[in-house]
């Protein structure tokens, strides 16, 4: 297979480095920065080219987006016209401008496409879902999800104030930054018909974005689940809390656990992450996962069209803070 990445940042280096461990034996890079584009070739020696044109020339099996927010819809669009298996980076785009069309464009051309979810391959959230589907709970009626980290220690090696992070034009903010938690959140309990948010930028963070959001959705199913985004706090958290009506699930990122409680039985029941687990690993799961899908036509965890879904949560609550409102999400269009 050949893979051509756009984007020789952190993440566009982690999945070069994946798909080598995976066995893709040509592997270009898209980077328009000369310094970066010669650093990444001579570190990993890939092949390079100035711009997505370029790339696609060399008729790469697929195409992996790892570019700033704002220049997925337009970079994505380059690549679905010609008919590229896609996967792009979370989020999908940092503005509601542009994002049907794209889904439709790459619905028309049948490709196999992907939003990067890789917390969807981490042991302890892939627990709590199959416990989901399982019926574990019953019928669920809230859901309690969170994630947060001081934005400064993310990229250390960079100054956080000349990151995309600072800047809402870039798709900076923690609403759009900590999307997992949103994509996780409709996983979990599945599609929302209306939300509500409080968000501002409340700390001395040198940004000109949200820092600390909570946001308020309201499930098809009747569910209520609150979601808790921040850049601000001094350790990394990330964990949920699920009840239904015959018990509790519990997830701790930091505890690396997931802990469920049947309330038929009064008995808890604890699952481990796998001894000597890495992070990495869900990114590798992940890729490997879009690798089968391009390799047997099949649907993805997450495709494009699918994850607009998940961005009209998180431009609900955007919508919300901003006109101190709720706001209703039917068939993909904000009210």
């Known amino acids: 297979m050949k893979a051509l990445v756009v ?8 999945h070069l480095a994946n798909l080598k461990t995976l066995g893709v034996q040509q592997l270009a890079l898209v980077e328009k920065d000369s310094a970066r584009r010669d650093a990444v070739a001579a570190e990993l020696a890939v092949r390079t080219f100035p711009d997505v044109e370029a790339g696609l020339e060399w008729l790469p099996d697929f195409v992996v987006i ?3 927010t704002h220049l997925h819809l337009e970079q994505g669009a380059c690549v679905a016209r010609e008919g590229f298996h ?3 980076e979370k989020p999908l785009c940092h503005s509601v401008a542009g994002m049907s069309e794209f889904a439709g464009l790459v619905e028309s051309k049948k490709m196999v496409s992907m939003v990067g979810c890789n917390m969807r391959f981490h042991p302890g959230p892939a627990r709590v879902k199959q416990l989901l589907s399982e019926r574990r709970l019953g019928r669920i009626l809230f859901a309690r999800v969170h994630g947060g980290a001081y934005l400064p220690t993310w990229r250390p090696l960079t100054d956080y104030r000349t990151n995309y992070a600072a800047r809402e034009e870039t798709g900076g903010g923690c609403i759009l930054d900590c999307i997992h938690e949103i994509d996780l959140t409709r996983w979990y309990l599945d599609d929302v018909r209306e939300t509500i948010c409080m968000s501002d930028h409340v700390s001395s963070l040198e940004i000109a974005t949200e820092d600390v959001a909570s946001i308020v959705c309201r499930h098809v199913s009747g569910a209520i689940s609150e979601i808790h985004l921040d850049y601000v706090q001094r350790t990394y958290e990330r964990g949920c809390q699920i009840a239904g009506e015959q018990g509790s699930i519990f ?4 505890q690396k656990q997931v802990r469920w409680f049947d309330a038929g039985t009064g008995q808890w029941t604890s699952f481990s992450e796998p001894d000597g687990w890495e992070v990495n690993e869900m990114y590798v799961d992940e890729m490997k996962h879009f690798i089968d899908c391009v390799a047997n036509g099949r649907p993805t965890a ?4 699918e994850a607009t879904a998940v961005m009209q949560i998180a431009f609900a609550a955007k919508t919300s803070a901003r006109e101190g409102r709720v706001v209703a999400t039917t068939s993909g269009v904000l009210a």
């Open 66 to 68: 790892a570019t700033p």
């Open 7 to 14: 984007g020789g940042g952190s993440i566009g280096k982690r």
């Open 86 to 88: 896609l996967f792009i």
């Open 251 to 254: 997830w701790d990122f930091t």
């Open 302 to 305: 997450l495709p494009i069209p």
